[in-house]
């Protein structure tokens, strides 16, 4: 006990007095050493530390990044914000070093946007117990440090001159060991830019910056308007049945675990008992939520990629709802991102409906619940985006009800790394088999609408997934350096034949179109186009239907 006490009041006693420059080098220190596990993995790769210049570039890198970090330091720190800041900055890098090295995560402004638009519930299912022995040792005892460190005082010009001179030395020292490895350096740069994400803390700072600029900027102007010249060709004045058009946009859901495009496991037997068609070779326009789901519905597509412009302009749905169709987003998920905006949205996340919801997710057959409410109630053509949860993870395992759970062993935590791989494609596989039912259920809805409206159906996942492969999980890596499984997706489609009918849709030459290459932007173009709406901005080239239509 004495011992104890002791070391207790040696330890209150101990409080060393530091320069707030001095502070910030040895953060600045503390982060390249313990946090940037990823960044120093790969700038290094393919490098031998038998020969010598590996340890000078490695050296100089280190230096250079310590000063980097150093700089952006001494530009926010003094005397009062040093503590909270470096506190909360250690804290939240902690967290995110940790999914970087369990996830191979990069925080690019996109990824970054994914996680500022997650809601509570998808972080709450990241969270897990595997990561507190890492918050121990890389957050809370530095922390413990940190607060007992006391700040020098200095008169107010001798600060500002220490603070401005440490600043010109710390980019002289950036400079020099940059060029001291320039040779090296330019063409790792140029080959592959995503690396430089992988910097951390500079990463999410950088990002986070950047999306909340985008942010304001485009809060201020008024969205674009998309297609203002869109009429229903004449068509329609011969149709005797409205129209019921569903597109169910999936999550997370990759093609080269679907059943229908030739997985080794029958992922899909409910779909395949049915007429779909279904494409085989799609690649999405991005690799997390946010970027593809506003540009799967928009006219630049991945082709014309160009964030801001997709962020600020109209989307399909606007076109459909300008043309006098009733449409309706309803959500399983973290919202429609922006997709939605200007029509009807129904947020059924947070239902109570005990069958589907466990009083905090609910099943993706949520969102089939009331809609023979919503029909008896509309009395034209109607179009529904469903919005799944889908295979969202890394909690795949509460994705699906005990029903279908066919694999097995599965995984039954959020730390993927903790099961086995064949447990966490078990787990990914059962979620698709009840996404394969939920489509399958869909569709007998659809049937069931035989004699009130013309039905059909497009289905088409988000992004892909990596389960394990080369040590990557979960989706979200830059896309020019994204391996295929996370943007080869699945798309099937279904058509009632009143659909197909009135609209002289040739079933069998779209099943012969959907065995070559497709992707996100063929979405707007073909929706408009089995729909039969006139607009300028509509492309026949990317109307994966125009050919099978008269
Ligand atoms: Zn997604």
Redesign the pocket.
């Known amino acids: 006990m004495t011992i104890l006490a002791s070391a207790f009041g040696r330890w209150r006693k101990w409080q060393p007095t530091l320069r707030v420059e001095t502070l910030a080098l040895i953060a600045s220190l503390y982060f390249s050493l313990a946090f940037n596990g990823l960044f120093w993995k790969s700038w290094l790769a393919g490098r031998s530390f038998a020969q010598a210049d590996t340890w000078l570039f490695a050296a100089c890198l280190f230096v250079a990044l310590t000063a980097l970090h150093f700089i952006l330091l001494c530009l926010v720190l003094n005397r009062w914000t040093a503590k909270p800041l470096l506190g909360l900055l250690i804290v939240v890098t902690a967290f995110a070093a940790y999914y970087m090295s369990t996830f191979t995560v990069f925080l690019d402004p996109s990824m970054l946007r994914n996680v500022l638009r997650t809601d509570v519930k998808e972080a709450g299912e990241l969270f897990s117990v595997g990561m507190l022995p890492h918050l121990f040792f890389y957050a809370l005892l530095p922390l413990l440090l940190l607060f007992r460190i006391r700040l020098r005082r200095d008169s107010f010009r001798r600060a500002v001159l220490v603070r401005l001179l440490s600043i010109f030395l710390a980019l002289l020292v950036v400079a020099g060991s940059l060029l001291l490895i320039f040779k090296d350096l330019a063409p790792l740069m140029r080959n592959n830019k995503e690396i430089r994400y992988l910097i951390t803390p500079g990463n999410y700072l950088y990002s986070l910056a950047r999306v909340l600029g985008a942010d304001a900027s485009a809060a201020t102007r008024p969205r674009e308007p998309v297609g203002l010249d869109a009429v229903k060709a004449e068509s329609w004045q011969q149709r005797k049945k409205p129209v019921l058009f569903v597109i169910v946009v999936g999550?997370?859901a990759r093609a080269a675990n679907w059943g229908l495009s030739g997985y080794t496991r029958q992922t899909t037997p409910e779909l395949a008992q049915l007429d779909v068609v279904n494409f085989s070779q799609v690649t999405s326009c991005g690799t997390?939520?946010e970027v593809?789901l506003p540009c799967m519905f928009s006219v630049y597509g991945r082709r014309k990629y160009d964030d801001d412009k997709i962020r600020n302009s109209e989307s399909l749905l606007n076109i459909l709802d300008r043309v006098g169709m009733k449409v309706i987003w309803r959500d399983n998920q973290s919202g429609c991102k922006g997709v939605c905006t200007g029509v009807e949205e129904h947020k059924l996340g947070n239902s109570k409906v005990s069958e589907w919801c466990d009083g905090d997710r609910c099943l993706d057959e949520i969102l089939l619940h009331g809609l023979d409410g919503i029909l008896a109630d509309s009395k034209g053509n109607l179009v529904l985006v469903l919005h799944q949860l889908g295979n969202h993870g890394p909690a795949y395992f509460k994705r699906y009800p005990p029903a279908f759970r066919k694999f097995e062993p599965v995984c039954e935590t959020a730390d993927l790394a903790k099961c086995s791989r064949e447990a966490v494609v078990n787990t990914y596989d059962n979620a698709l088999l009840y996404t394969d039912h939920m489509l399958a259920q869909t569709i007998a809805f659809l049937k069931r609408q035989d004699g009130k409206f013309d039905t059909a159906m497009i289905y088409l996942s988000?992004?892909g997934e990596s389960l394990g492969e080369s040590g990557l999980y979960l989706h979200g890596v830059p896309y020019s350096i994204a391996p295929k499984v996370q943007v080869e997706v699945p798309m099937v489609m279904w058509f009632s034949p009143g659909f197909a009918a009135s609209f002289s849709l040739d079933k069998g030459c779209l099943k012969q179109r959907s065995g070559l290459p497709a992707s996100h932007d063929n979405l707007f173009h073909t929706v408009l186009g089995l729909l039969d709406v006139r607009t300028g901005v509509y492309e026949r080239s990317m109307d994966l239907s125009a050919t099978c239509r008269p």
């Open positions: 999550e997370t997390n939520t593809s988000d992004h």
